[in-house]
């Protein structure tokens, strides 16, 4: 079983404070993705990672893929209020059945 | 696009009572995934479908649960007898084929009394 471990487990910022969040494993895997979920809602997908060393950015989001692709990084410049939610990763082997992380929980304070 | 839809959205039932959630995939999308989310655990697949056909259920917790997909637009998840340690969010989602990106319904919330 391929495991996917994130941290910090919880995360409560203020209004304008950067962050970063990790999701690291001994497994490789083919592809990672980055999902978010609001409280009340399903996952959405943020962002796919296939390349070792691959940076995404999405607006204040910023996404890295470990050059051995075991483990990925999630940074937030300025967080706003409407970053509040869970942070999930999910990595995909060749068959892509994902293995998800318990995720990171982010609440920003106004 | 409705996206993936689920229903009921809140279940409250009490144990040992039979309960089924639904699903309709995003049309087009050729797999299906239920998944169960708790704090304890995370978000852990149960059962995923390809073309209509169960390929995996290793990650159904016992033989009270069971899933079915009799066509490409509608899937149910039935939990009989229910307990109360089922109580948990239960998220369908869909895919194309070998597709990485996952479309979650907004889930359901059962509460098992």
């Known amino acids: 079983t391929q495991l996917l471990e994130q941290s910090p487990q919880f995360l409560s910022i203020q209004e304008g404070e950067n962050l970063t969040v990790y999701c690291n494993s001994s497994?490789?895997?083919?592809?990672l993705q980055w999902y978010r979920q609001e409280p009340g809602e399903g996952p959405v997908l943020l962002v796919t990672?296939?390349?070792?060393?691959e940076v995404k950015k999405l607006k204040r989001l910023t996404f890295q893929f470990g050059d051995a692709r075991k483990d990925s990084s999630l940074h937030i410049t300025a967080a706003q209020p409407g970053d509040t939610g869970l942070y999930l990763c999910?990595?995909?082997?060749?068959?892509?059945?994902?293995?998800f992380g318990r995720g990171t929980s982010l609440i920003v304070h106004p | 696009d409705a996206g993936v839809i689920q229903s009921p959205r809140h279940e409250v039932t009490e144990m040992g009572q039979e309960v089924t959630l639904r699903c309709k995939p995003i049309?087009?999308?050729?797999?299906l995934f239920w998944y169960r989310q708790t704090m304890m655990r995370g978000l852990e697949l149960l059962i995923y479908?390809?073309?209509?056909?169960?390929?995996?259920d290793s990650g159904m917790p016992e033989d009270r649960f069971s899933a079915k997909m009799p066509n490409a637009s509608f899937s149910t998840l039935k939990i009989q007898p229910s307990e109360p340690r089922d109580s948990a969010v239960y998220f369908c989602?869909?895919?194309?084929?070998?597709?990485?990106?996952?479309?979650f319904g907004p889930g359901t919330r059962l509460l098992v009394l």
């Open positions: 989602a869909s895919s194309e084929v070998g597709g990485v990106t996952q479309y």
């Open positions: 497994s490789v895997f083919s592809s």
């Open positions: 990672v296939v390349t070792g060393g």
């Open positions: 999910a990595g995909g082997g060749g068959s892509y059945i994902p293995t």
């Open positions: 049309s087009g999308h050729n797999s």
């Open positions: 479908f390809n073309n209509n056909v169960p390929i995996d």
